[in-house]
């Protein structure tokens, strides 16, 4: 079932687990009927599966940040699942959900209609009415997967029955290796002689209010050699205008370049673009702050250097696939990026190890893993 959720992470989940013996996955979406062959080729989903569009939502509605809307939309989303699910409940045998508002839809199918439900669990957040929410799923479904050890640990006083399965994968066929890195930047329009670091993902703050430590990467601009420019990928809305305060404030604006989101098909050239690719933690690291940008940084063949917090580090490892920074400051980015500015070979070295480092995490893994899961807590 799917609401305000992170839709590609779900479409590949469901394509993986559509893929296991046994298993026929079926995306339930509150939003509006859309074209499901221009959805499945956005996705990069190769081997389709049904989808079914209850038409309660419109994910680009105007009112989608209005408190009023909000608590309309969760209690139309909640009851128009309810009923669905209902008239529905010889159709499928288990709810796998993993947005916390549909905390009620999924308990509904699990307390009145005895089918087994599943939580993929995301986040420890600060809003205490949602956390009431992920709390109640996960003391009452009959497994919950997360996406990092961090979570599984925080979550276990509530449920014994946790799956560790980190939350996304590369999608190779969106790299294209038989190109060079200044063809993609004569695409893209980026210098094509400076030494390019780059992030794409998130400017602005979350849910929980929390940002990258983009700021710390800027501020480390005015230690590294001037051709060094920092491309930041991701601004809506102006979002991304207290960064460029923080590079005036250093002087370093004219090497900072931030660019507007991007569909995720086309971050791949991004990341082939650059010199060097950053993975910076929040600012909170708060539990479960997994960025799922390592995975296709991993497939990029260019050098990564991660921050220094627990999820990062439970997917990179410092010295042989990135460089994990020693500090979270502007000095430990400045050190760790002169280390690979400084040395081809110690770049190529992690590049080439981070391309094996990304065999570990595929979505077929994560679909084998999930369908195991729920194959032994229910049959």
């Known amino acids: 079932m799917a609401g305000r959720t992170n839709v590609y992470n779900l479409a590949k989940t469901c394509e993986a687990v559509n893929a296991q013996e046994g298993f026929r996955a079926t995306l339930v979406t509150t939003d509006q009927e859309s074209d499901s062959q221009a959805f499945f080729h956005k996705m990069a989903i190769h081997n389709s599966f049904g989808i079914i569009s209850l038409k309660v939502t419109n994910t680009v509605s105007k009112y989608n940040s209005q408190s009023w809307y909000e ?67 996960t003391r009452s479904v ?13 979550y276990e006083k509530s449920n014994k029955n946790i799956l560790i399965s980190l939350c996304s994968a590369a999608e190779d066929s969106w790299f294209d290796y038989s190109r060079n890195k200044e063809d993609f930047r004569k695409e893209l329009r980026l210098p094509i002689k400076a030494y390019l670091i780059g992030y794409t993902g998130v400017v602005g703050a979350n849910p929980n209010d929390d940002y ?25 809305n102006a979002n991304a205008d207290w960064l460029r305060q923080v590079a005036r404030g250093c002087g370093v604006e004219d090497r900072l370049m931030i660019l507007q989101w991007q569909e995720r098909s086309m971050i791949p050239k991004y990341l082939q ?8 933690k929040r600012k909170k690291d708060l539990v479960g702050d997994s960025p799922a940008k390592m995975f296709p940084a991993l497939a990029s ?30 000095e430990g980015w400045a050190k760790a990026i002169q280390k690979i500015y400084e040395n081809n ?28 899961f729920i194959r032994q807590t229910t049959w």
């Open 212 to 236: 990258y430590e983009l700021d710390d990467i800027v501020k480390s601009l005015k230690i590294l050699p001037e051709e060094v420019i920092c491309v930041v990928v991701g601004e809506l």
């Open 142 to 154: 009959d497994g919950v997967i997360a996406i990092s050890s961090g979570l599984k640990r925080y």
């Open 71 to 137: 608590i309309i939309a969760f209690l139309a989303v909640n009851l128009s699942l309810m009923w669905f699910i209902l008239k529905s409940m010889r159709a499928f045998d288990v709810v796998y959900f993993r947005d916390e508002s549909l905390s009620p839809a999924a308990l509904f199918a699990k307390a009145i209609l005895r089918k087994k439900v599943f939580f993929e669990i995301h986040s420890v957040l600060e809003s205490k009415s949602r956390q009431i929410l992920n709390i109640a799923a």
């Open 273 to 280: 673009a650059f010199d060097i690719i950053l993975i910076p």
């Open 301 to 330: 063949r260019r050098p990564i250097i991660g921050g220094r917090t627990e999820c990062i580090e439970e997917v990179l490892t410092d010295g042989v696939d990135s460089i994990i920074v020693e500090q979270n400051n502007p």
């Open 345 to 372: 070979d110690f770049a190529k070295k992690l590049s080439d190890q981070a391309w094996l480092t990304k065999d570990k995490y595929t979505w077929e893994k994560r679909g084998t893993a999930i369908a195991e």
